[in-house]
């Protein structure tokens, strides 16, 4: 997994350090003992790193002090902090199999869990992904449990899906609650409506949450049309009132919110490489890679466009083998904690409802990228188009 592999001889450490890059990176170190626990950690600077840890101690330091521990180094440069990150985590997950989470201390991406496999599906927040063959869909990540939680109210309250979290036994004797009495539920827990109505409704929640936002600014944008159309205009002002109120509701959302099966795209970092950029393809919420892409095209295929030159590499790309729940959790965690930082260093691209990718703006990023442009984290901004 690691590229290059270094003899350790104490009494040869500068020749060991001047071969060292001086350069981000992840790396592993050895002992004699096959038995022995190995180190292993990332940096941003892996000769001044080792030098510290294996380099002649100071007198009366209390800094850790590997030197006549190891035996061989191993190391990959990195060209940023998100390959580093996700290098490590995969590292860590080959050489600690049992205690690499608690190493890692990631903090799972919150979500919101749409119960379609209950009978009276309800939605709900979670950092947990269930079966991923089963009919639950889980939609995010998000950046906190605060930001999911009031996206998911604010939107719920226009649409009567049911809130509360117990499982029904529909029985016309039972008084419901606020939410029914304000009109805000079908009520299904005293049969205040069908079971077809109430799936009705749910499939609704569902397209909205899938469309993020806009299969219900259509639905209200055609009411008001209507409305005018046939000459009600009281009507077609509340309803185009609801259309306002629905604004700042989507202007809470990040582009990178969506169900998870569909969340795919690619992100480009720095690369170790010169004169390239490093490509991770995102696939249901996986991440695989690094890619390397070279900016200059090799002579024989200098008539090939550049477009279809970064689609052949991220097809060369293998497919995370990831197939579990928590592995899932793991990579959204990484993703999510790079995607919202303040300022973050490489860009994302986000493939659309087909899979396909927005490939110009993929090729326009990749020079940016390259030329290190500083690209700061994207704030949520509305599409007023999609309101008129």
């Known amino acids: 997994m690691l590229t290059t592999r270094l003899d350790f001889i104490p009494s040869q450490d500068e020749e060991v ?6 350069a ?3 790396f592993l170190l050895r002992g004699e003992d096959p038995q022995s626990e190995p180190y292993v950690s990332k940096t941003a600077n892996l000769r001044r790193r080792l030098q510290r840890l294996i380099g002649l101690p100071t007198e009366r330091s209390k800094r850790l002090n590997l030197r006549d521990r190891v035996r061989w180094i191993e190391f990959t440069p990195t060209g940023s902090d998100f390959e580093s990150g996700f290098r490590l985590y995969r590292l860590l997950r080959l050489v600690f199999p049992n205690t690499y989470s608690s190493r890692l201390r990631l903090r799972f991406a919150p979500l919101i869990k749409l119960h379609l496999e ?17 009919r639950n869909l889980y939609y995010g990540p998000f950046a906190s449990r605060a930001a999911a939680e009031k996206f998911m109210n604010d939107s719920l309250d226009f649409f009567k899906m049911r809130r509360c979290v117990d499982d029904l036994h529909p029985d016309p004797a039972f008084p419901g609650c606020i939410y029914s009495e304000m009109k805000m539920c079908l009520a299904p827990c005293f049969k205040g409506c069908t079971d077809a109505e109430y799936h009705s409704e749910v499939a609704r929640v569902q397209a909205y949450f899938g469309s993020g ?11 008001r049309d209507q409305a005018s159309v046939d000459l009600r205009f009281e009507d077609a002002s509340a309803v185009h009132a609801r259309l306002e109120k629905l604004k700042p509701v989507l202007g809470q959302l990040p582009d990178i919110v969506r169900e998870i099966n569909q969340l795919s795209g690619l992100v480009v970092q720095p690369s170790a490489a010169a004169g390239s950029v490093a490509l991770f393809r995102i ?8 890619g390397t892409f070279f900016i200059q095209s090799p002579e024989h295929s200098k008539s090939q466009s550049m477009e279809s030159r970064v689609e052949e590499a991220v097809a060369a790309i293998a497919l995370a083998e990831s197939r579990t729940s928590l592995e899932t959790m793991e990579h959204l965690a990484i993703l999510k904690r790079w995607y919202y930082r303040s300022s973050r260093v490489g860009e994302i691209f986000l493939a659309d409802g087909k899979g396909e ?3 110009r703006r993929v090729v326009r990023g990749i ?6 442009e500083k690209q700061q984290t994207a704030v949520p901004e509305l599409n007023e188009n999609q309101f008129r």
């Not at 249901?284 to 890679?289: E, K, L, T």
């Not at 020079?367 to 290190?372: H, L, S, T």
């Open 24 to 26: 981000p990176a992840v």
């Open 357 to 359: 990718l927005p490939m």
């Open 17 to 22: 350090f001047s071969v060292v890059p001086v």
């Open 283 to 290: 696939d249901a919420g996986r991440i695989s890679g690094p």
């Open 367 to 372: 020079a940016r990228v390259y030329r290190g």
């Open 213 to 223: 936002g806009d299969s219900l600014v259509r639905e209200i944008s055609a009411q």
């Open 118 to 134: 209950n009978e009276y599906p309800r939605a709900s927040l979670t950092a947990r992904l269930g079966r991923l063959n089963g």
